[in-house]
């Protein structure tokens, strides 16, 4: 009944169209409370033709020079077959930057590859509610959302971002 469900975090997100962090409830996210450092070195990007997948690309480049991190992995999934991954522009970082494709239901394909790649970040371009059963059950970044162990930074399209 998710319909019933009472989000504060979700229409702040929404109305402010720029990227936003949730942390879900007890994940300590990757900043340390006890002396502020920083333990990102995993991050996991779902690529999709729709939305562009581009400006998630863009905001994770920016988030690893801007924090100036030392070497990681970023990885792009696309949960569908190979040959239909989006055509992305790796940025000029000094993480590696990984592509993969895997089958399966999107949402739960995306939480268990975040689980075996232990990602510190899912970075997710959003575009919002695709027909009848998204409004049923939330769309693939809300659905990802609620099951998600790390947190998850949602991009929603038409950002100034990207």
């Known amino acids: 009944?998710?319909?019933?469900?009472?989000?504060?975090?979700?229409?702040?997100?929404?109305?402010?169209?720029?990227?936003?962090?949730?942390?879900?409830?007890?994940?300590?996210?990757?900043?340390?409370?006890?002396?502020?450092?920083?333990?990102?070195?995993?991050?996991?990007?779902?690529?999709?033709?729709?939305?562009?997948?581009?400006?998630?690309?863009?905001?994770?480049?920016?988030?690893?020079?801007?924090?100036?991190l030392p070497t990681g992995e970023v990885t792009l999934l696309h949960v569908g077959p190979a040959a239909e991954t989006a055509s992305v522009k790796f940025p000029e970082t000094d993480w590696i930057w990984n592509s993969v494709a895997k089958g399966g239901e999107p949402a739960d394909t995306i939480l268990q590859t975040a689980t075996e790649l232990h990602s510190d970040l899912i970075v997710m371009t959003t575009d919002g509610p695709d027909g009848f059963l998204d409004g049923l059950r939330g769309t693939t970044s809300e659905r990802v959302l609620r099951k998600a162990r790390c947190p998850v930074a949602n991009l929603p399209v038409g950002s100034m971002l990207g």
């Open 1 to 68: 009944m998710l319909w019933l469900d009472k989000s504060v975090g979700k229409p702040i997100a929404h109305e402010a169209g720029q990227i936003t962090l949730f942390i879900p409830n007890g994940v300590e996210g990757f900043v340390s409370r006890q002396d502020g450092s920083i333990s990102l070195r995993n991050i996991l990007i779902p690529v999709t033709s729709k939305p562009r997948p581009q400006p998630s690309v863009e905001a994770a480049a920016r988030l690893i020079r801007n924090l100036q």
